[in-house]
């Protein structure tokens, strides 16, 4: 059995198909494999137990007896869903997300809640309230974040697909730093149904796998129009495994945004693996132009105002009234509210909605949030722009190997500074995929992220894909 490990979905489809395996012995082996290595990674919060996994899975379809973990800011119905915060430790999702609902329709098994950043907010998964999970490459590293535990147990052979979210990078800088694919949609073309807001004018679910072929499977299943999702786009279900022909399209221009790889603190081994990648786009028949995208620099600055004004009016609900915790010293209303969101939430959480509070105040709102607004459009009108001339964009989604953890404790805005690279596709509402290029001395992994326009989900796997097969990154494992 150890033959499953790092299988992809693909090669295990057909080893059920041919009833090498059956969907019984897929569901005991990844569950053991949660028990032998998850004391050491610490990806899920939660592993749900085996019987409960089978009554909940009932389709028959194209991921049938597939498992996965998802992030525990999606709703899986009557499980916990705590977001990695104490306020909503107890919390029980009363529904399912409309992508755990597809999910299951599509016969694919949810083992477990991924660990994450506290409401999504971190790169390194340490603001989690419970544990910290490590990079599967090197336990003494990050393994980015918020979505850490859906990166480290793909990247960790634990099970061949996760679910993650983004709202300013939080699936493809994880995905990068273990090794391992993952896309970032266009805004409205996976359903928010059933996924806890951060920001919600920027957040998406998002699919990590450790192929690309398999990403574009699971995004085949998950995404398409949504009427239970008012932001959800009028876009059909597609077939995004269909345009992997293991070529690019003729003519395919590929821009470099020089701004973005040429930024200071992009390390040398990982601006080298990146021109080395380039090279191999330009062997497949790419034209490399290079451009710039000076908007971009103004991306974290917009992105901080906005995912905190966000994060502050959505997270105003957590108040001990409807939802998880609630505190015990109660004399009055207001000292049930302070108390129970003193407790409940960890600090940095606290810091964005003091921060939000702020930027949406009378006299300030206009100052900061509305002006963010205007920049906001502003960047997206200039990747627009941008793709008039190329196909695709490629940027760095991580300018590092996978940092040590507490790195950034005496600064964090150090750390907040690395959303430079990601961001401004959220703040710009289109897509984009991170894939692995190769390790830096230390054997760590390296990616870079190809960024499309609205809807070029299609185009931007047909190039992923192409690369992949040329390089087969996926091929190596970390040992656990
Ligand atoms: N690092 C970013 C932040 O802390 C990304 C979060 C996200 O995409 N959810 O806000």
Redesign the pocket.
């Known amino acids: 059995m150890s033959e499953l490990s790092f299988i992809s979905i693909k090669d295990l489809k057909l080893k059920l198909e041919k009833k090498e395996v059956s969907p019984d012995e897929v569901l005991k082996y990844y569950i053991g494999q949660f028990n032998k290595f998850d004391n050491k990674i610490k990806s899920a919060l939660e592993v749900f137990n085996i019987d409960l996994i089978k009554k909940a899975t009932s389709g028959q379809g194209a991921l049938f007896a597939i498992p996965g973990l998802i992030k525990d800011n999606i709703a899986q119905e009557n499980r916990k869903l705590s977001c990695a915060s104490k306020i909503l430790e107890n919390y029980i999702a009363p529904y399912d997300a409309t992508v755990v609902d597809r999910l299951k329709k599509a016969g694919a098994f949810s083992l477990g809640r991924a660990n994450m950043?506290e409401f999504?907010?971190?790169?390194s998964g340490e603001t989690s309230a419970y544990q910290k999970t490590v990079n599967p490459w090197n336990i003494k590293r990050v393994p980015g974040?918020?979505s850490s535990g859906s990166a480290a147990c793909v990247a960790a052979g634990l099970v061949p697909w996760s679910l993650g979210?983004?709202?300013?990078?939080?699936?493809r800088?994880p995905a990068i730093l273990c090794g391992v694919v993952g896309m970032k949609p266009t805004y409205g073309l996976i359903s928010r149904y059933g996924l806890v807001a951060?920001g919600s004018s920027i957040d998406q679910i998002g699919p990590i796998t450790r192929t690309v072929y398999d990403n574009a499977l699971i995004l085949s299943t998950i995404g398409g129009h949504d009427s239970k999702d008012s932001t959800s786009a009028r876009i059909d279900k597609q077939d995004y495994t269909k345009t992997l022909t293991g070529k690019l399209k003729n003519g395919f221009t590929l821009g470099v945004i020089d701004n973005a790889l040429e930024a200071e603190g992009v390390d040398t081994e990982v601006y080298n693996l990146l021109n080395e990648s380039l090279k191999i786009f330009e062997k497949l028949g790419a034209k490399i132009k290079r451009i710039k995208l000076p908007m971009m620099d103004y991306g974290a600055a917009v992105?901080f105002v906005v995912?905190r004004a966000e994060a502050a009016s959505n997270l105003a609900k957590f108040d001990g009234v409807r939802y998880g915790f609630r505190a015990k010293e109660i004399e009055s209303l207001d000292s049930m509210y302070k108390h129970t969101r003193s407790k409940g939430f960890g600090l940095e959480v606290k810091s964005r909605i003091l921060i939000g509070n702020y930027v949406l105040s009378a006299g300030h709102s206009e100052e900061f949030y509305q002006s963010a607004k205007i920049v906001q459009s502003m960047i997206r009108g200039s990747f627009l722009k941008a793709f008039e001339d190329v196909d695709l964009l490629f940027a760095p989604g991580a300018p590092s190997e996978a940092f040590e953890f507490g790195k950034y404790d005496d600064n964090k805005l150090l750390m907040?500074l690395?959303?430079y690279f990601?961001?401004s596709v959220?703040l710009a509402g289109i897509p984009s995929l991170a894939i692995p290029c190769g390790f830096t001395k230390n054997k760590l992994p390296v990616g870079f992220q190809l960024i499309g326009s609205d809807f070029s989900e299609h185009e931007i796997y047909q190039a992923a894909y192409a690369y992949e097969q040329e390089t087969l990154w996926y091929k190596h494992h970390p040992v656990i």
């Open positions: 950043d999504a907010m971190g790169s974040g918020s979210s983004e709202t300013g990078g939080s699936v800088q951060y992105y995912s907040d690395q959303d990601t961001c959220n």
